[in-house]
């Protein structure tokens, strides 16, 4: 069975309040910008890790700052809410992975329990749905 990829796979050590320092750190924003493009990586990924951060994590509803002094709109902005979950909440690596590969489930199977096609036929079998 093929493992769910994460532009975060290979991430490693993780600064705060910059991109990168040159010596293999990286904050999550730097890591995806650094990553994204040679591996053809679109910035709907940011916003789908952006919007599962937020339905897991209180963040704030308006303009803030981080300790940085980055302003930020991390509930209107995919990559402020990743630069907020990065600096403020100080999320690992790990965690981002795992924010992306739920998420990448959670859109592969959304169009299924969403389908009015394919509903009856999960309510019959008895698989649960869950409001993703």
């Excluded at 709109?73 to 909440?89: K, T």
């Amino acid at each position: 069975m093929n493992k769910i990829k994460s532009i975060w796979d290979g991430w490693g050590k993780q600064l705060f309040g910059e991109l990168f320092d040159g010596k293999g750190g990286f904050c999550a924003i730097g890591w995806y910008d650094a990553n994204a493009r040679h591996l053809s990586v679109p910035p709907e990924v940011v916003e789908r890790v952006a919007s599962a951060i937020r339905k897991q994590y209180v963040l704030p509803t308006g303009r803030c700052s981080d300790m940085y002094g980055n302003s930020l709109y991390p509930s209107h902005d995919g990559f402020h809410a990743v630069i907020y979950a990065n600096n403020v909440l100080r999320l690992k690596p790990e965690e981002f992975r795992k924010i992306d590969r739920e998420s990448q489930i959670g859109a592969a199977v959304r169009p299924l329990v969403d389908s009015d096609d394919m509903l009856p036929e999960f309510l019959e079998a008895g698989i649960p749905v869950w409001n993703m």
